[in-house]
């Protein structure tokens, strides 16, 4: 068994590698398209440039990745801002709340230094300018993070993704299920996705059957997770996409528990070069 797990595990790394040799080619997305496993970059290759930044989302398509994972706030002016923490403190060279800066001052703010001198002066992107510039040539995993501090987000997201033609391969995710449940009723074919926390890892039969009348995706750390609630999900016609640390042991995991994609970083990925630049 130990050797059979080995073989997927060396499969899944050599299909990513020729992906790597023979280039992506932009295309508009078609989730029928996809066999086996997806892998999503959390908050773009996050682990090679700025998160959530222009540069983590062009390296995460060069390295393969189906979907683009990113998170939104709203500006104090109504943007969809795409940052991954409440505050601009611990990305960019500025100090407060995304909802107390207009988007003018957002764009001011240095979104690459922190992490490496190499990306100064990268900036904040809105989820309009990642629409326009990266889909049909990835799926994009959006999540809505802390709703209950903007009120109407669902709204503005679902008016700007209905702008589009197509969004078969757009998801929208957050931790908040009463979110999930409003921008499904507002836009029944986009897909949602559900972000479970460690305290419901024991789901009753009764609450997947509930969550899955709604939402294609249940996702999970995969520490959280075992093989009777994925089963009972995909009985249920949901999906199931994992994240965890950074080990490549989790992958395999997540092979042996049969799920629908992965979230990671990219730093488990077999790519040369250094895996984290370091701050100067």
């Known amino acids: 068994m130990r050797n059979f797990k080995k073989k997927k595990l060396l ?17 508009p997305f078609n989730l029928a398209e996809m066999n086996g496993m997806i892998s999503v970059a959390h908050r773009g290759a996050s682990n090679f ?37 409440d505050k601009v403190d611990r990305t960019t060279n500025g100090t ?32 309009d300018e990642l629409l326009e510039e990266f889909y049909g040539k990835a799926g994009l995993l959006i999540e ?22 197509n ?25 949602v996705a559900i972000l479970m926390k460690p305290s419901i890892q024991h789901l009753s039969t009764q609450k997947i059957m509930d969550l899955t009348s709604f939402a294609t995706y249940i996702n999970f750390n995969v520490s959280y997770v075992n093989q009777r609630v ?23 995991k997540a092979y042996h528990y049969d799920v629908d994609g992965i979230i990671t970083d990219f730093s488990i ?4 070069g250094p895996v984290h630049l370091v701050q100067d």
């Open 11 to 27: 499969f899944f790394f050599i299909s990513i590698c020729m992906l790597l040799l023979v280039g992506y080619e932009a295309r």
């Open 269 to 272: 990925w077999p790519v040369e």
């Open 96 to 127: 407060g709340f995304v909802k107390d800066f207009t988007l003018e001052e957002l764009k001011e703010l240095d979104a690459g230094s922190k992490y490496h001198t190499s990306f100064a002066g990268e900036q904040i992107m809105t989820l």
């Open 144 to 165: 809505i993070k802390k709703p209950f501090m903007y009120p109407g987000i669902e709204e503005k997201v679902v008016t700007l993704l209905k702008e589009r033609k």
């Open 230 to 252: 994925i089963d009972q999900i995909h009985n249920e016609g949901g999906k199931v996409l994992v994240w965890s640390t950074k080990s490549r042991r989790w992958v395999d």
């Open 167 to 191: 969004v078969s391969g757009i998801i929208v995710q957050s931790f908040d299920m009463e979110s999930m449940r409003k921008v499904n009723l507002l836009f029944p074919e986009l897909e």
């Open 49 to 85: 440039a700025p998160e959530n930044t222009h540069s983590a989302f062009q390296k995460a398509l060069e390295l393969g990745a189906d979907f683009l994972e990113c998170d939104v706030h709203l500006s104090k002016d109504g943007e969809l801002i795409i940052m991954h923490d």
